[in-house]
C-alpha cells in the first residue's frame, strides 16, 4: 500500500513539470531594455578667459616737439596721463586703467601689463624687458634675473644681473658715497643743498649736472653724457640746446614739462634700452625721486620713445 502511494506521488510530480514547462513554452513572450546604472563621465572643459578690452583714452592737451625736421605730438588726458604719442606717420597708443598703465600699442605691436595688489607683476606681448615681477612691501626685489636687495632706509644696496658678479652701494650720511662693481669703483658727489652735481668712475669717465633757477636741472656734460648740453626753460617752452640735436617743447608748462622729463630720462640719460643701468638709476632717483620699481616701470614709455 505504501509503495503505491510512492508512486502515485511521483506520477503526479513528473505530470506538473511536464505541465509547467508546456505553459511557459506556450505563455507569452517578456519583452523589455535591461536598465543598468551608468557611470556619467564628465569632461573638463578649458575656460579660455575673455581677451581684456582696454578703452582709449581721448587726448584732451598736446605738447609739440621738434627736433630739427623731425616732430613729435605728445598727447595727455584730464587726468596728465600721456595717452598718445604720434612720431611722423606713426601713433603710438598708451592705455590705463585704475590709474595704472595697462597697454602701448600702435598698428603692428603691443604690450601689455599686468598687476598684483596694485603693483606690475609680469608684462606680456611685443617687448625685451623682463616679463616676470616680483614686489615686497612696495619694493622691487626682481625683474626675472635682475635682482636687487636694500638696506637702511630702503635705500638700494646690492644689485646684481643673473650669475654676474653684484654691484654695490655705500652711503655716507644718507647720501651715496659710491658704488664698487669688482676692482670698478664709481664716485659721486654732492653740493651743499645735496644735490648730486657729479660723478666719476675711476678718475676716467665722468658726468657733471647743473641747476638753475627753483632748483631745476640746467645742463649736462661729460663721458658719461656725452656732448654738453643745457636746458631753458620759459613759458610754455623748454629747450635743450645742443650743437648737435637741440630739441623744442611747447605747451601747457605742467604737461610740456612732463614730455621733456620723459624724452630726457629715455632717450638721453638712459642711453638706449638698458633694463636697468645703475648711473642712470642714481640721476633718475636723485633728481627725478623715482624708485627703482618707478625706474623699471618708466622703461616700458622709454622702449617706445627712444
Known amino acids: 500500500m505504501k509503495k503505491e502511494i510512492l508512486h502515485r506521488l511521483g506520477f503526479v510530480f513528473v505530470l506538473l513539470i511536464v505541465l509547467l514547462l508546456v505553459l511557459s513554452a506556450c505563455g507569452p513572450k517578456i519583452s523589455g531594455e535591461l536598465k543598468t546604472r551608468q557611470k556619467t563621465i564628465v569632461k573638463e572643459v578649458e575656460v579660455i578667459p575673455e581677451k581684456e578690452i582696454f578703452l582709449e583714452h581721448n587726448a584732451t592737451d598736446f605738447v609739440k616737439q621738434v627736433m630739427g625736421e623731425v616732430k613729435y605730438e605728445w598727447g595727455f588726458d584730464e587726468k596728465g596721463n600721456l595717452v598718445s604719442l604720434q612720431k611722423d606717420n606713426e601713433i603710438i597708443k598708451f592705455y590705463y586703467k585704475d590709474n595704472v598703465l595697462r597697454k602701448i600699442s600702435n598698428d603692428e605691436k603691443s604690450v601689455e601689463l599686468e598687476y598684483f595688489d596694485s603693483w606690475l607683476s609680469s608684462a606680456s606681448g611685443d617687448t625685451k624687458l623682463p616679463l616676470h615681477y616680483v614686489v615686497k612691501d612696495g619694493l622691487l626685489m626682481s625683474a626675472d634675473d635682475y635682482s636687487f636687495t636694500y638696506g637702511r632706509d630702503n635705500k638700494l644696496w646690492i644689485y646684481r644681473e643673473g650669475l654676474g658678479a653684484s654691484l654695490t652701494f655705500y652711503y655716507d650720511e644718507g647720501l651715496l658715497d659710491f658704488f664698487k662693481k669688482g676692482n670698478i669703483v664709481t664716485h659721486f658727489y654732492f653740493d651743499d643743498e645735496n644735490k648730486l652735481k657729479h660723478i666719476e668712475e675711476q678718475n676716467a669717465r ?83 625721486n623715482k624708485s627703482v620699481y618707478g625706474y623699471m616701470l618708466e622703461n616700458f614709455y622709454c622702449e617706445w620713445i627712444q
Request: hydrophobic content about 40%; proline content about 2%; some cysteine.
Open 206 to 288: 665722468h658726468l657733471i649736472m647743473g641747476y638753475g633757477r627753483e632748483d631745476k636741472l640746467a645742463s649736462f656734460s661729460g663721458e658719461f653724457y656725452g656732448l654738453g648740453e643745457t636746458f631753458d626753460y620759459g613759458k610754455q617752452r623748454i629747450s635743450i640746446i645742443s650743437n648737435v640735436n637741440p630739441v623744442i617743447f611747447t605747451g601747457k608748462d605742467e604737461l610740456a614739462e612732463k614730455a621733456f622729463h620723459l624724452y630726457l630720462n629715455c632717450a638721453r640719460i638712459r642711453k638706449g634700452i638698458t633694463v636697468f643701468e645703475p648711473i642712470a638709476y642714481v640721476v633718475i632717483n636723485d633728481y627725478f
